[in-house]
Structure formats: C-alpha cells, structure tokens
C-alpha cells in the first residue's frame, strides 16, 4: 500500500471510530446496546486490518506516514479492547517505534495502560477510568507516589489537570439538559 493510500484508509478509519463513539453519546451502555454493537463491529474490522497492515508492513511510522496518520494507527491499536492479543502486539510495535523515535511516548502511555488494564493489572499513567455512577474514577495505578514523574517523562499534562478534564467529560456526557442534547422516552 502506497503511503498516500495509508494515510487514507487510517484516516477513513479514524473517522468512522469516532463517529461511532459519538453516536452513543454517552459512558455507560445500558441503554444503548445496538450503537455499542456498532462500535464493536467496528473496532473488531479495525483491528483485523491493522493486524493485516502491521503483518505486511510494521508499526506505521510517523516519519513516513506523518503525525496525523500515526495518531490515527495508534487510536485503533488503542481500541481493540476485545482482541487482547492484537492490542499486545500493537503495544509491542508502538513501544518499538517510539524508541526509533517514530511513534508519541505520550500515545504510547495511554496504550499502555489500556494493556495493563485488559490484562488485570494496575496501570503505570493513569489514564483509565470507570464510570461509579456520580462521577469516574481512575482504575488501579501502580506505584502511586510515581504518577506524577511517569506522566512528565512521556509528555502527559498532570494527572489532577487530566482528571479534571476527565470529570468534566463525564459531566457534560451524563447531563444531555447542559449540552443542550434532550434524550426522547419511548
């Protein structure tokens, strides 16, 4: 695949991942199965053609490929939660590129927290949050007390700013009435 078409079809693909997260609308997925259905089937394609893409040509890299396209490789790597096994070799890869400086440290953390969490372990970044209903909070971190030099190491805003952010997301995803978004009863 030409470079040109590569940055294309991550592009397409990029796209449609987000535009499918945007449809639900939402954190939790009670009421919208069917949309988190089209979510998955669309991680799941995601995943097989990186697999694929990865097989034939190795870790996207940014040098080639340029910021936007590895941001994009990296967003479906990030994404497949329901096949383990290729988020592991996606890691691999990325952690890989990022030492031969072609791929974020930064995007990098987040993916490695996304393994460590679907692995049942702590994460080292803290990145990850689980919905608890009146708010999220960060799933397990390793070592605590060494968030803070971790998160600058890759180039990661503070976790209390990130947190922050986070909170507010949750908020305005949780409240359709401060959006201005209504929800219609059947």
């Known amino acids: 695949m ?74 479906l790597a990030q994404h497949a939660d329901m096949q383990p096994e290729s988020q ?4 691999r890869l990325m952690a890989q590129a990022v030492e031969a400086g072609e791929a974020s440290p930064r995007l990098l953390g987040y993916l490695e927290d996304r393994v460590r969490i679907n692995s049942g372990r702590p994460q080292l970044f803290g990145t990850q949050f689980v919905d608890c209903g009146n708010g999220l909070e960060p799933r397990p971190i390793e070592d605590p007390d060494g968030l803070a030099e971790r998160r600058r190491t890759v ?10 952010t986070m909170q507010q997301l949750w908020r305005r995803n949780s409240n359709p009435e401060a959006t201005g978004r209504t929800q219609e009863l059947d």
């Not at 998955?40 to 936007?68: C, F, K, M, Y």
């Not at 180039?155 to 947190?163: I, L, N, R």
């Open 155 to 164: 180039g990661m805003e503070p976790f209390e700013e990130y947190q922050a």
């Open 88 to 91: 592991r070799l996606f890691h």
């Open 2 to 75: 030409r470079i040109s078409q590569l940055r294309d079809e991550l592009e397409r693909r990029a796209a449609r991942d987000q535009q499918a997260r945007q449809a639900v609308e939402g954190w939790s997925d009670d009421s919208r199965t069917e949309l988190w259905n089209a979510v998955s089937e669309i991680d799941a394609d995601n995943t097989r053609w990186l697999v694929d893409l990865i097989t034939r040509q190795g870790w996207p890299q940014q040098s080639e490929v340029g910021e936007e396209a590895a941001t994009n490789a990296w967003l």
